[in-house]
């Protein structure tokens, strides 16, 4: 049995898509397709019968559980019932799993990679509710919390970002007035050296000498080591049996996509999605659209402006190579490994190399410049002026100089001791 879903477009398409004509899901995928309350029909053969039937469904996640039912009882003939809701519970309390539910349909808006965040952890809430045997949302306090964070085999970096979207799903709830309180807020993140910067705290950007050693292993290294395959065992690395080596990216588009992640801040999602139509003649390179519509953009300079427009000549308007998936993950999954390489081949890191560290060291390049306000790069990064100064207080220049200012202020009339010149054992100064 095989069933296929598609959108038929009638004459009152809100869309002006035109009468008759079929778009699948794939195909509204697209930033240009323009959305209507067209029907969703399926076609298919069930019980050796072909047809095509209407699903009543404007939304592809309704269609497909339509879809579902048909096929699992593999006619035609039966018709589909909407699911039937639970029972509400007499006493008015509220069950783990449709607080769950409500929880994930309040945050279908926003990006993928949250909306996975979110499914992945309630997804562990749900089975430690099942391994306790609880089935109401308010037999949950806050030892159960602790101990369902203890039961997390991360880092306590991890951990932290874990209990924010446990503290956000239980406030959800409290919200909704399902429950009294919020049981993870009495949870506090753990304290000490091992804790150092769990919320968040300063940032760490490349600096200009790491960069440097990234653009010479661009040159010098990567893509440059033999690859040695055995011709018998596919896959398995041999030594002296067969060279060959197959590439399409080479160090200089690595150096490229570090160049516009460093001068731009712009994060690696859009980087690896970067468009040509992003430049401006004049250079300035659209970052982002704010709230009002209000278009924010950033200027590199000329050299990689032409860089830019070489590779939009050489590789089409998706100057990093265009995708036909619109899973992010995907995307991004290219050039993290390749960066991974590259940073293998620049020997040892003191702070463990990430591609959000460009965008810090965008950060740190602009407030390191005289004249730069907080408020200028806020609003490039499209941060508040709070949290820049909170994550990269450490490269505000003025921030250090009324501390330097108070420091001598302070110590300048203090008592000090006499100072008695220090010999070496040589018996010289």
């Not at 951990?159 to 049981?183: D, G, H, Q, V, Y």
């Not at 460093?262 to 980087?271: A, E, K, N, Q």
Request: some cysteine; overall charge positive.
């Amino acid at each position: 049995m095989s069933v296929n879903l598609y959108r038929r477009h009638r004459k009152e398409c809100k869309a002006g898509h035109s009468v008759e004509s079929r778009s699948g899901e794939f195909d509204e995928r697209r930033k240009s397709w323009k959305k209507c309350a067209c029907l969703i029909f399926i076609s298919g053969t069930l019980a050796g019968v072909f047809r095509r039937k209407s699903t009543g469904k404007i939304n592809w996640d309704e269609a497909r559980a339509v879809a579902a039912e048909w096929e699992k009882a593999g006619s035609w003939t039966g018709e589909f019932k909407e699911p039937v809701p639970a029972a509400p519970v007499p006493d008015g309390r509220i069950t783990i799993d449709r607080a769950i539910q409500g929880f994930i349909a309040e945050y279908q808006g926003h990006a993928a990679n949250t909306r996975k965040t979110y499914r992945l952890q309630m997804a562990k809430l749900k089975a430690f509710s099942d391994s306790r045997g609880y089935i109401m949302l308010d037999q949950w306090g806050p030892v159960d919390v602790r101990e369902f964070r203890a039961s997390w085999p991360v880092s306590p970096r991890t951990a932290a970002e874990n209990m924010s979207t446990i503290k956000l799903f239980f406030e959800f709830c409290l919200s909704n007035e399902w429950i009294s309180r919020n049981p993870a807020r009495l949870v506090k993140n753990p304290r000490g050296r091992d804790a150092v910067d769990l919320r968040g705290g300063q940032k760490l950007p490349f600096t200009d000498a790491e960069l440097e050693r990234m653009y010479q292993a661009c040159d010098t290294k990567y893509g440059k080591q033999e690859i040695r395959w055995s011709r018998v065992i596919h896959h398995q690395r041999v030594d002296g049996e067969y060279v060959r080596h197959n590439s399409k990216w080479t160090g200089q588009d690595l150096a490229d996509f570090i160049s516009i992640s460093t001068y731009t801040g712009l994060r690696i999602s859009d980087v690896c999605t970067f468009h040509i139509d992003r430049m401006r003649p004049t250079g300035e390179i659209h970052i982002r659209t704010t709230k009002s519509g209000a278009h924010v953009y950033t200027w590199v300079p000329e050299w990689l402006q032409e860089r830019i427009r070489a590779r939009a000549e050489k590789y089409g308007p998706f100057i990093f190579g265009a995708h036909k998936t619109t899973d992010m993950n995907v995307v991004t999954d290219v050039w993290r490994r390749k960066l991974k390489r590259l940073w293998k081949l620049c020997g040892p890191w003191q702070e463990k190399p990430t591609p959000h560290r460009f965008r810090h060291s965008f950060a740190r390049i602009l407030l390191r410049r005289p004249g730069v306000t907080v408020r200028d790069v806020a609003e490039l990064l499209g941060n508040t002026e709070q949290m820049v100064r909170k994550h990269y207080s450490a490269w505000i220049p003025e921030r250090q100089e009324r501390l330097t200012a108070i420091l001598k202020a302070a110590f300048s009339e203090k008592p000090r001791p006499n100072v008695i010149a220090i010999h070496s054992k040589t018996g010289t100064k």
